[in-house]
C-alpha cells in the first residue's frame, strides 16, 4: 500500500511516506482538509484515499467549534475527547480512529518542587500577537519579579521585547524533539492558551498555567477552542494549586502501530 504524508509542524512522527507523489499514493494523510477541499475532491476522484490525522492539540475540534465542513474519508484523532468532537460535527464513528501519536511517546516525567524557572510561552495566532505578547511578559516578570524567566518563541512568533533569555525553534524543524529535549530545563510554564506544547510540558510534570481566561487576544470570527478544566491564573494573584485533569481522553496513552493504522485506513469505505 503506498501512501504519501504532508508534514504540518514536525507532527507525523509514524514512518515518512513510501512514494515521493501524492499522485502516486493510494493513501493521502493531510493535516488538514477543509482549507485544502479542492485538492481533497481531486484526490478523491482519482481514486485515492484521504486521511486527516491530528496535527496538535484540538486541531480537530475545529469542524465542531468553528463549523467547518468534513471531506475526508477518514480521521486519526489523538483521544477520545477528539472523536466526541468529531462525532458532534456528524462525522461517522466508524470514520474515525483514535490512535494516541509517537510525539507524546517516551516523555519523562519530573518534580520540579519548588523551582524558579519560569516560562512564558509567546501566543502563535492566526494575526500577529506582537503587542500582546510584550504586554503579557512584561506584566508577568513585574508581577512575578523572583523567577528566572525565558519566553518560549518559534519562528512565526510575534514578539520583540529586549534583554531577556528566548528559547526559539522552527515550526517546520525538528520542533517536537526539541521541546521534548529541553522541557526540563524550565520549572513551570505560564500561557495565554493551552496547545500542543502545554500538554507535553503537562506529561512532563509541569504546573501550567493559563493566564487569558477570557482570550483577550482574540477579535470577532477568530476560531472557538476545547473547553477544558485548566488551571487559569489571573495575573498578580498567589499560583493556584494544579488541578489533576486525566490527560488520556486527550492523547491516549498507547500509540497506534502504523501497521494498524494502515490496514485500518484500506477498510475505510
Not at 499522485?23 to 484521504?50: E, H
Request: net charge neutral; charged share 30%.
Amino acid at each position: 500500500m503506498n501512501y504519501f504524508v504532508y508534514n504540518h509542524h514536525d507532527f507525523w512522527k509514524w514512518p515518512a511516506g513510501n512514494v515521493a507523489s501524492a499522485l502516486d499514493a493510494d493513501i493521502v494523510f493531510m493535516w488538514a482538509d477543509w482549507p485544502f477541499k479542492d485538492q481533497v475532491d481531486m484526490f478523491k476522484t482519482l481514486g485515492k484515499k484521504v486521511i486527516t490525522y491530528e496535527h496538535g492539540f484540538g486541531a480537530l475540534s475545529d469542524y465542531y467549534l468553528n463549523k467547518r465542513q468534513p471531506c475526508s474519508d477518514g480521521y486519526l484523532a489523538l483521544g477520545k475527547l477528539t472523536k466526541a468532537y468529531l462525532a458532534k460535527a456528524k462525522v461517522p464513528r466508524d470514520r474515525i480512529l483514535v490512535t494516541g501519536s509517537p510525539v507524546f511517546d517516551g516523555i519523562k516525567k519530573k518534580d520540579h518542587g519548588f523551582g524558579k524557572k519560569a516560562l512564558y510561552v509567546a501566543l502563535h495566532w492566526v494575526e500577529d500577537r506582537t503587542e500582546y505578547n510584550n504586554n503579557r511578559f512584561k506584566e508577568l516578570r513585574e508581577v512575578y519579579p523572583d523567577f528566572e524567566w525565558t519566553v518560549k518563541l518559534n519562528d512565526k512568533t510575534g514578539f520583540d521585547g529586549d534583554n531577556y533569555n528566548t528559547w526559539k525553534n522552527n515550526t517546520e524543524g525538528n520542533i517536537i524533539q526539541d521541546i521534548k529535549d529541553n522541557i526540563h530545563n524550565y520549572d513551570m510554564v505560564f500561557t495565554p492558551r493551552y496547545s500542543t506544547f502545554e500538554t507535553i510540558a503537562t506529561l512532563a510534570g509541569l504546573p501550567v498555567y493559563v493566564i487569558d481566561e477570557k482570550e483577550s487576544y482574540k477579535i470577532d470570527g477568530d476560531p472557538g477552542r476545547m473547553e477544558l478544566d485548566y488551571t487559569y491564573l489571573k495575573i498578580g494573584d498567589r499560583l493556584p494549586r494544579q488541578k489533576q485533569r486525566d490527560l488520556s481522553l486527550e492523547v491516549s496513552p498507547r500509540t497506534m502501530p502504523f501497521e494498524k493504522i494502515l490496514k485500518w485506513c484500506e477498510s475505510v469505505i
